[in-house]
């Protein structure tokens, strides 16, 4: 079976500049998750959906952030304006009844973003 | 709110040794944790849970973690350490209805 599936995986883009990050999580399940994984702040939940409905978006760190889920197996984290601060790694995640919180989610491979 | 933390920042072992990497956690209520691995440039990848029952979990690649509750410890275990297990490894506890909340992390080094 087909993983989480991320893209690009590496992204360089000038301040200033609007990103796009892709995903499209397993087939099937119905929760996904947005992470930033940094050296300093480690991995941090950025936004939560779960049946495409955004359920908590407080680790949106600005307004710069968005995120949309327009159907079960597709999903997009834009910045916009992107500034170097946000420099970073960056993964999708999904999983089945994330709402017991007791299922393993699945991670893509991330994407390498860096800023200019 | 649920945490996790791992004391050791790295874990340096030969290979066909044992191989221990600890985590403790603060909860109130249940602790539902987890393990994960990630090689370099991957996501992570789930390794073991402890919802509830026997105290020894066993997961992938040969890992099991042994859940203490007197000692609030979750510490990953393999008998015999192998390079490709060289990695970084997260510890996790639920926190809420559907997050995880992750330990900073442990590096392991496996030489041969």
């Known amino acids: 079976d087909a993983g989480v599936i991320q893209s690009p995986r590496h992204e360089v883009t000038e301040m200033g500049q609007e990103v796009t990050l892709r995903c499209k999580p397993i087939s099937g399940h119905n929760s996904l998750f947005w992470y930033r994984q940094t050296m300093m702040r480690g991995l941090e939940l950025l936004i939560y959906?779960?049946?495409?409905?955004?359920?908590?978006d407080s680790g949106m760190p600005e307004d710069r952030f968005s995120a949309k889920m327009p159907n079960a197996s597709f999903s997009t984290l834009k910045i916009q304006p992107s500034e170097p601060r946000d420099s970073a790694v960056y993964f999708c995640?999904?999983?089945?009844?994330?709402?017991?919180?007791?299922?393993?989610?699945?991670f893509g491979d991330g994407t390498r973003l860096s800023i200019l | 709110a649920q945490s996790v933390a791992q004391p050791e920042d790295q874990v340096n072992v030969a290979e066909g040794n044992p191989l221990t990497v600890k985590c403790t956690y603060s909860?109130?209520?249940?602790?539902?944790l987890f393990w994960y691995v990630q090689y370099p440039n991957r996501g992570l990848q789930f390794l073991l849970k402890y919802i509830t029952g026997d105290n020894l979990v066993k997961g992938s690649y040969g890992f099991e973690a042994e859940f203490n509750k007197s000692q609030t410890s979750f510490h990953l275990k393999k008998p015999s350490a192998l390079v490709s297990d060289s990695a970084l490894y997260f510890c996790a506890v639920r926190d809420g209805d559907y997050k995880l909340s992750f330990g900073a992390g442990t590096t392991v080094t496996v030489r041969a």
């Open positions: 909860v109130s209520g249940n602790p539902y």
């Open positions: 995640a999904s999983s089945l009844g994330a709402g017991q919180g007791l299922q393993p989610q699945h």
């Open positions: 959906f779960n049946n495409n409905v955004p359920i908590d």
